[in-house]
């Protein structure tokens, strides 16, 4: 739905086939970190999400060691915005729709093919359709990455939990006194309550069920409470019963000619630290303005590919801190003596500071080669003279920060908003931002800014160059463009 969201932004027509025939109900995830809260900021929706959730003061959450976030976080939102990922996905599908998305749920794709002009997309009932591009973002078991005969390597599951929903008998102040108690050896053990009075739980097992595509039964949740508490909270009317594990996997390639995957069907993780969603929102982020670009006719030579080199290792780094927080939430010896040590590190400023910008993904840097060091790094939001940075990307096109009022983006002008009333943030003479908010360039030359415009936003358009331009002051959100029905 962010995809959809972001392509609609540029005019491309835009199908999501969803294979259920209705939402579900189910909870996933729990809560957004601040990068993507930044994105919902950067594309004027976080109003909507903040109306619907709970901020949480900032406070750090590796491998369950608890620890204030430090003074001076490079960000607007130093916050965890807890919100149910029904809520998450409700919002963002008005979203898509709004801005002229159209949604078919109860559709299967069960085959596709492509060629050099596009792909053929054939679903469950015969129905054949034709796009540009398909984007593959279909959960874990993802049928389109298996269509494409694409690798997942890495390590299959070895522990599994219980994930289930249900309401509970005992009363809330026997239920957080004894979930206190437990969580003194299992870290993970804490019901979590949500609406008409279901509580989440989630159970470690035993071992591996021989089918984990196979529920597990009340029976089979209860058991396990009283094995891990002592009681079984007297659960019953369940709302949901599902197993996860701790499979590990990321896909060797995101780009198959005009195919892509994203979200789960690129990557898959424990769900250490609440960063899968998050991870799936950024994906989309980075991929929906290049393949717009590229379905506009104006992408430069390689701006797709970016996507899997931007990405993919961006993924690889939280599979390996998932990794690593689950061995440190093992109860043997040796992880805990690890986990002890780690506990004493991160009352240093500078490594708490280092592994909260890794679950929140704040510091993540893409490589665009030697320079300033401000370079491939998202931008957070700053107060300009007139209006805040992140409101003037409500379009998600590129943008200029000019403080020096010499500069020019004219022949990109319908690519690249130039906006020289600037504070005093960032500190530098201009840049060049991407529509995800990454800086693309810092500098003052303006024949340097003309060699490094091409590499995002592509060749001038014909004429354009001989044609003069003025520096504008912030834009307001461009109307969402209606759906071309031909």
């Excluded at 078919?104 to 050099?116: F, H, P």
């Excluded at 053929?120 to 269509?147: F, M, N, P, Q």
């Excluded at 998932?322 to 240093?348: I, K, W």
Aim: glycine fraction near 10%; charged fraction near 25%.
């Amino acid at each position: 739905m962010m995809l959809a969201s972001e392509l609609r932004l540029h005019g491309v027509r835009v199908l999501v086939l969803e294979k259920d025939p209705a939402p579900t109900r189910h909870v996933r995830s729990l809560g957004l970190h601040v990068r993507s809260i930044e994105v919902l900021d950067q594309r004027g929706l976080l109003e909507r999400f903040l109306a619907q959730g709970r901020r949480s003061a900032g406070g750090g959450y590796f491998a369950g060691i608890v620890k204030q976030w430090p003074d001076r976080m490079d960000t607007a939102h130093p916050y965890i915005l807890g919100i149910p990922q029904t809520v998450t996905d409700r919002l963002l599908a008005e979203r898509a729709t709004e801005l002229g998305a159209e949604i078919r749920r109860g559709c299967e794709l069960v085959g596709l093919s492509q060629d050099d002009d596009g792909v053929t997309a054939e679903l469950a009932d015969g129905t054949r359709l034709r796009s540009r591009h398909l984007v593959g973002c279909d959960g874990g078991r993802s049928t389109v990455r298996k269509l494409l005969g694409v690798g997942f390597p890495g390590e299959p599951a070895s522990v599994e939990w219980l994930l289930c929903e249900v309401e509970l008998a005992l009363p809330p102040e026997t239920l957080a006194t004894v979930a206190a108690d437990v969580r003194t050896t299992d870290l993970r053990f804490g019901p979590a309550p949500h609406e008409d009075g279901v509580y989440r739980f989630v159970v470690r097992t035993e071992g591996l069920a021989e089918d984990r595509a196979v529920p597990p039964t009340l029976e089979d949740f209860k058991q396990r409470l009283r094995a891990i508490a002592g009681t079984d909270f007297g659960a019953h009317s369940p709302r949901l019963l599902s197993r996860f594990g701790d499979a590990t996997r990321l896909a060797e390639r995101y780009r198959t000619g005009r195919v892509l995957l994203a979200g789960d069907a690129a990557h898959i993780h424990p769900p250490l630290g609440g960063q899968g969603l998050n991870l799936g929102i950024q994906d989309a982020f980075n991929l929906g303005w290049k393949l717009a670009a590229e379905n506009n006719g104006w992408a430069p030579d390689g701006l797709l590919d970016t996507y899997h080199t931007e990405r993919h290792p961006v993924a690889a780094d939280v599979l390996d801190n998932t990794r690593a927080q689950l061995l440190l939430q093992s109860p043997e010896p040796g992880p805990r003596a690890v986990r002890r040590l780690l506990e004493e590190l991160a009352t240093f400023e500078n490594v708490n500071r280092y592994l909260i910008e890794k679950i929140t993904a704040i510091g993540v840097r893409y490589d665009f080669g030697a320079g300033h060091e401000l370079l491939g790094r998202r931008m957070r939001d700053v107060r300009l003279k007139r209006r805040r940075l992140y409101e003037l990307m409500h379009g998600g096109r590129g943008l200029l920060l000019d403080r020096t009022g010499r500069l020019s983006a004219a022949g990109w002008s319908d690519r690249v908003d130039h906006v020289v009333d600037v504070g005093d943030e960032p500190d530098v003479p201009a840049v060049l931002l991407r529509p995800d908010g990454h800086v693309a360039w810092v500098g003052e030359d303006q024949q340097d800014l003309l060699n490094h415009l091409p590499r995002w936003f592509g060749v001038v358009p014909a004429g354009a160059a001989a044609r003069a331009g003025t520096p504008r002051a912030a834009p307001a959100p461009p109307r969402a463009t209606p759906v071309d029905r031909r």
